[in-house]
């Protein structure tokens, strides 16, 4: 069966430090990745999705980067964190070949002080 | 473009009360729906899905049906128990043409509070 993991589950950084966010899936190959993010009390916001290795693409223009080295590795990034980047991350991911439901990984909550 | 809209929340019942969260969609095409769950501290679940019109999607005594006619996906429940307090969210699927992408696209969220 499929599983995905993130780490790591809490983070607490300062203002202007660097992020990395980790993703991983196991029991599928060539998934679709997605990277969201869930501000207190608010709904999700799409922030980047990869179709395969080193395609990411964009939805909001931010403080905040992807990369997929691996197929089922979506790691998501910053250099310089700003407060407005605190919130809950979740990694999704869907299984390739025409399927449209969505798994949620169990999230990464930051926190920027 | 498309867009799912649910009800505001919160929503608050008591134990065994009849639960209904409204959701309506936008989309173009014919997209599947799905209702997910979100616990607190934790991420989300798929509670239930649809991919057709007319069908409905059931999951621990859950319900919702696809109505194409009313552009709609309403979640319901006989009677909640206070183990389902949590975020609700409606989603609709709809595919990225450029490229081989999914994107599912989610309603704001509705927080459900069940009192003993």
């Known amino acids: ?113 | 473009g498309n867009s799912v809209t649910q009800m505001e929340g919160p929503v608050t019942l008591s134990e065994e009360a009849f639960l209904t969260i409204n959701c309506t969609y936008t989309a173009t095409g014919y997209p599947s729906l799905f209702w997910y769950v979100q616990y607190p501290g934790e991420g989300l679940q798929l509670l239930l899905k649809a991919t057709k019109a007319d069908d409905k999607g059931s999951n621990k005594g859950f319900e919702a049906t696809y109505r194409k006619e009313t552009t709609s996906f309403h979640l319901e429940k006989g009677s909640v128990q206070v183990s389902d307090s949590a975020v609700y969210f409606c989603a609709l699927s709809g595919a990225v043409w450029y490229s081989s992408a999914s994107k599912i696209i989610f309603g704001s969220g509705t927080r459900l509070s069940i009192r003993p």
């Open chain 1, 1 to 113: 069966s499929q599983t995905i993991h993130q780490w790591p589950a809490t983070l607490v950084q300062p203002v202007g430090s660097p992020l990395s966010l980790e993703c991983t899936v196991e029991g599928t190959s060539n998934p679709n990745l997605y990277w969201y993010r869930q501000a207190a009390g608010r709904g999700l916001q799409l922030l980047f999705y990869s179709v395969g290795i080193g395609q990411i693409s964009s939805e909001v223009p931010q403080n905040l980067s992807a990369s997929r080295p691996q197929d089922r590795q979506f790691i998501l990034s910053s250099k310089k964190l700003l407060l407005s980047d605190s919130g809950f991350y979740l990694c999704a991911w869907i299984g390739s070949g025409g399927t449209d439901t969505q798994y949620f990984g169990p999230g990464t909550r930051l926190t920027v002080l």
